[in-house]
């Protein structure tokens, strides 16, 4: 069954550097997603991704934060300088078609700012 | 500002024994979504809910949907410690982003 996946697993990072966060969503899905929890609290929508634009983002998703595609199966979220409270598990997701198909979630990267 | 609150947040059931999670949703939403996240995992997608009166069943496991008074329960029947989980409700309401309630710890205890 396909599935989206994610790299890395876990990532261990410096306060003020950069990351990169990929994704490989369903070959068929058109519309990619970012969400991230922080540990013990709810998932929060960060940005949605479609014909190669940003659709809708959350309040979340400030200048430090970008999404691409750059090629035609990864989806990348780069956090440009990294704080303390960026520290939150990261979902990927997938959908077939524009907003009212189910989201299938990836697997996550564990993102650990020190 | 869709709102999403989920109760309880934590529940403790002893194996065999029913029980209801409840959802509710601050203004109109499009779809309503039940998830389950195993710990360190995660979310996988249990139920869609698209009208009101919709009601979907998986094993012991039954959500409904009352578009009306803007609630989903999500009904745990003879529970088995194999459901231990967290299970998130998340609505989907006028834009492509799903808006998740805090999520359900449930143990379920031999």
């Known amino acids: 069954e396909p599935e989206v996946t994610q790299t890395p697993s876990h990532q261990v990072t410096q306060m003020g550097q950069e990351v990169i966060l990929r994704c490989v969503p369903i070959?068929?899905?058109?519309?990619f997603y970012w969400y991230r929890q922080i540990l013990g609290q709810k998932v929060e929508f960060l940005v949605s991704?479609?014909?190669?634009?940003?659709?809708?983002k959350s309040e979340i998703f400030d200048d430090q934060f970008s999404v691409e595609r750059p090629d035609g199966s990864n989806f990348t979220l780069k956090i440009r300088s990294t704080k303390l409270e960026d520290s939150a598990m990261y979902f990927c997701?997938?959908?077939?078609?524009?907003?009212?198909?189910?989201?299938?979630f990836g697997p996550g990267t564990r993102l650990l700012v020190l | 500002e869709l709102k999403v609150e989920q109760n309880p947040l934590f529940l403790s059931m002893q194996e065999g024994k029913n029980y209801t999670i409840y959802c509710n949703y601050s203004?109109?939403?499009?779809?309503l979504y039940w998830y389950r996240q195993d710990p360190g995992k995660s979310l996988e997608s249990l139920f869609v809910?698209?009208?009101?009166?919709a009601v979907k069943q998986e094993g012991r496991l039954m959500a409904s949907l009352d578009t009306k008074a803007r609630l989903s329960t999500l009904h745990i029947t003879a529970a088995v410690h194999d459901l231990s989980a967290t299970y998130f409700c998340?609505?989907?309401?006028?834009?492509?982003?799903?808006?998740f309630g805090k999520g359900t710890k449930l143990t379920v205890n031999p």
């Open positions: 997701a997938s959908s077939v078609s524009r907003a009212l198909e189910t989201q299938y």
């Open positions: 070959s068929n899905h058109l519309y």
């Open positions: 998340a609505v989907q309401g006028g834009s492509e982003k799903l808006v």
């Open positions: 203004t109109t939403s499009d779809r």
């Open positions: 809910l698209l009208s009101n009166g």
């Open positions: 991704f479609y014909n190669n634009e940003i659709s809708e």
